[in-house]
């Protein structure tokens, strides 16, 4: 397996620039361990990111890559499936990356059900323009934007997810490193718009201002307030304050938009082409 993973890297572009206890590092090692069980063909393979911290994982990744513009990671990628549907698509972005800025293109990848496995690196903060409060951050969360906390309730971004249409959402966090690899896995093999929200942390920008102590505290602390989805639904939900379930969360079938487009351009043409032969205009 350690040499399936070794491919899909950018050796050279090592070590990765990321900061001393940051948990983008345990995600990328969750997407090329998910890479090499999904026995991705790295010349079909199409990986995304937008800007911000977690989207520079796209240069440490042996693919086709786009390191594209704030928020419009999806709208790139849509174009890409567009034009060739029988690529893999992946989709990295942050939570302001892909909730603030591109919250447009979010819910309407999700409404069209495309193709692409989108996963959300979910930091609670912008951590690479200055630790501004995002849309996913804890309410009364301190950030530079909210030095005396944040009173603007954040998205829950499964449910955000799942409302707007996407038929897989998970949740996995870096504590649970292997669980996130397989719902990554599971995403991608699912036909439609995947969303894997991976909870990881920021020490510097998030951890630092609301005292949740080093990379180290800041995992326990996942491991603390994560329920597996089995359990939680089980729960009342005084009993799940101030926690998070994990776990797949919603899975469901329903037509995808590429398969919709192409049918539709297959019975254009047919019909184009049978009022050519009865002489039509």
Not at 60 to 72: S, W
Not at 152 to 170: C, K, N, S
Not at 219 to 225: R, T, Y
């Amino acid at each position: 397996m350690q040499n399936n993973v070794n491919k899909y890297l950018r050796s050279e572009k090592l070590p990765h620039i990321w900061c001393p206890g940051c948990g983008n590092g345990i995600v990328l090692g969750a997407i090329t361990r998910a890479f090499g069980l999904l026995d991705c063909d790295q010349d079909n393979t199409v990986v995304v990111s937008g800007i911000g911290c977690s989207s520079r994982a796209t240069g440490y990744l042996d693919f086709c890559t786009l390191h594209t513009t704030h928020g419009r990671a999806l709208a790139f990628a849509t174009g890409i499936k567009m034009a060739r549907p029988e690529l893999k698509v992946f989709v990295l972005m942050g939570d302001g990356d892909s909730t603030g800025i591109g919250g447009n293109h979010f819910i309407h990848a999700a409404r069209r059900n495309i193709d692409l496995t989108a996963i959300i690196f979910n930091n609670s903060i912008y951590g690479m323009t200055g630790g501004q409060s995002s849309p996913l951050s804890p309410l009364n969360s301190r950030a530079t934007t909210a030095p005396q906390g944040t009173f603007e309730r954040p998205f829950d971004l499964a449910e955000l997810a799942r409302g707007a249409g996407a038929t897989y959402v998970a949740r996995g966090t870096t504590y649970h490193a292997n669980m996130l690899t397989q719902l990554i896995r599971n995403g991608a093999d699912h036909k439609g718009f995947s969303v894997v929200e991976a909870v990881t942390a920021c020490p510097i920008s998030y951890g630092r201002r609301n005292k949740m102590g080093n990379g180290y505290d800041m995992l326990l602390w996942q491991k603390e307030h994560s329920v597996p989805v089995e359990k939680a639904r089980k729960l009342t939900p005084l009993e799940m304050e101030g926690k998070f379930a994990i776990g797949e969360l919603y899975k469901a079938d329903a037509p995808e938009f590429t398969d919709i487009y192409e049918r539709f351009i297959e019975e254009k043409q047919k019909k184009n082409e049978e009022e050519r032969h009865r002489g039509v205009n």
